[in-house]
């Protein structure tokens, strides 16, 4: 089983540029989530969606949008890209909430300089 | 509002010593409690997860964490680390003060001197 997988794995940006990130799930799991991890701050949830057409702020959203238009997929973008987004990606899924545990993609680490 | 602390950024022990990696939580109501192991340049991977039965839960590679009410914790321990769980720890809660979504903490890096 694939899990979660997250293209691409790295990438450099240059400021001001776009470009999105892809999360794929084959478990057929109906929530999905997007975290930025960075040094000292662990884990934080930036956009995340409760089925295919929905989506919802987490606790960082400003700067990135993301689309559920397939159950499988979620889509990260970045409009307009800044130091500040440098940071390591990660795409989750769950089968629910509450006491389902995530199942994490091996993330995408972005450097914008 | 729901939160989760994890006291100690960095942590060392000996190759064959107990493992004890504190993690507290604040909730009006019980939550259900996670955690979660990084290797270096991957994802996280779930170890265990409390979900209001026993309240003693047993992981995978022999890591157990204890849910404690009284002192609002859930310490994951193991009684002889080896080489093999260098790594970041995370802990995580869930339940109705967070909406259901996860909050993590910080993170605990585990060091095994050999």
């Known amino acids: 089983n694939a899990g979660v997988t997250q293209t691409p794995k790295f990438r450099v940006l240059k400021t001001g540029q776009s470009m999105t990130l892809l999360c794929a799930q084959d478990m057929n799991h109906e929530y999905m989530y997007w975290y930025r991890q960075d040094p000292g701050m662990g884990l934080r949830l930036i956009h995340y969606s409760v089925g295919e057409g929905t989506t919802a702020k987490g606790e960082v959203p400003d700067g990135y949008n993301v689309s559920r238009l397939k159950k499988q997929n979620f889509l990260l973008g970045l409009e307009s890209a800044a130091p500040s987004q440098t940071s390591v990606y990660f795409c989750a899924s769950s089968r629910g909430s509450g006491n389902y545990g995530y199942t994490f993609g091996s993330g995408t680490r972005l450097t914008v300089v | ?114």
């Open chain 2, 1 to 114: 509002a729901q939160s989760v602390t994890q006291l100690g950024s960095h942590v060392s022990v000996s190759e064959g010593a107990l493992v004890l990696l504190r993690c507290n939580y604040s909730s009006s109501v019980p939550p259900y409690l996670f955690w979660y192991v990084q290797y270096p340049n991957q994802g996280l991977q779930l170890l265990l997860k409390y979900t209001s039965a026993a309240t003693l839960v047993k992981g995978i590679n022999g890591f157990e964490a204890e849910f404690k009410k009284s002192e609002t914790s859930f310490h994951l321990t193991k009684p002889s680390a080896h080489m093999s769980d260098a790594a970041e720890y995370f802990c995580a809660v869930s339940g109705v003060d967070t909406g259901n979504q996860f909050y993590f903490g910080t993170g605990t890096s585990l060091t095994v001197i050999p």
